[in-house]
């Protein structure tokens, strides 16, 4: 067995079937320069882990939070499965002390958020292929049970942000927005803003700038909820 694993085993309580699956799991696609490989590295396993985070969340969601509807569900799965909270559950696990880059990589690896939430779901998606769908289903929801249970949605904390996570959880598309009209002049002008997703109208709002008057649109969705099934 890997001594340079056996904490990251201890931890998770799991004896390890395949321990290439870990190697690979933390090792981003750069490092293949280095070592002379190819395709050695997370991608694949970051796609499979992906899926078994979303499914495990959906349903802690659904679980613990019977007072919402869909689409505040949808926005309380969002902010689980974003980049910021995946990388810090990374770092939460200890999964960052793990991860090998190549010489070529730019920054600190410890410091990317993007790399840190790509390990997290790659580590997900080898404890899946390893433990199988019970022990991973365990692991993944002891991560997020309790933070789940007692989180709150906040619709007024940057609804574009949230607005568009939202649409991401579930369909991977992006909102857009359209200046509507614009009235008045200097201080005085008033822009009026909508927010499409899929061709469809979700939102509409207005603001001193174009800028507000986007926010206003993303919080009138989302207080309205017309959120796509």
């Not at 990374?90 to 002390?97: I, T, V």
């Not at 010489?103 to 790659?122: G, I, Q, R, Y």
């Not at 009235?183 to 009026?192: C, E, I, P, Y």
């Not at 469809?200 to 969705?221: F, H, N, V, W, Y």
């Amino acid at each position: 067995m890997a001594s340079e694993y056996l904490a990251l085993y201890r931890k998770f309580n799991i004896l390890p079937k395949d321990e290439e699956l870990y190697s690979l799991a933390f090792t981003h696609s750069s490092y293949n320069g280095m070592a002379g490989t190819r395709h050695q590295d997370y991608e694949r396993l970051e796609f499979l882990g992906d899926a078994v985070v979303g499914m495990v969340v959906s349903e802690l969601c659904y679980i613990y939070h019977p007072e919402m509807e869909q689409g505040k569900l949808s926005v309380l799965k969002s902010q689980f499965i974003r980049t910021a909270s995946e990388a810090e559950y990374c770092r939460k696990l200890g999964l960052n002390e793990y991860i090998r880059v190549g010489a070529s990589f730019a920054k600190d690896a410890s410091e990317n958020l993007s790399l840190l939430e790509d390990v997290f779901e790659s580590f997900i998606g080898a404890l899946y292929l390893d433990q199988g769908l019970s022990t991973c289903y365990r692991i993944v929801r002891s991560i997020f049970e309790d933070d789940i249970a007692n989180a709150k949605v906040d619709l007024t904390t940057n609804p574009k942000s949230y607005l568009q996570e939202c649409m991401q959880a579930d369909k991977k598309e992006s909102v857009t927005y359209r200046i509507l009209s614009e009235r008045g002049s200097g201080q005085d002008k008033m822009f009026v803003a909508a927010v499409y997703f899929e061709g469809s109208e979700i939102g509409r709002g207005e603001g001193k700038s174009k800028k507000a008057a986007e926010t206003a649109a993303a919080a009138d969705a989302l207080a309205k909820m017309s959120l796509p099934e």
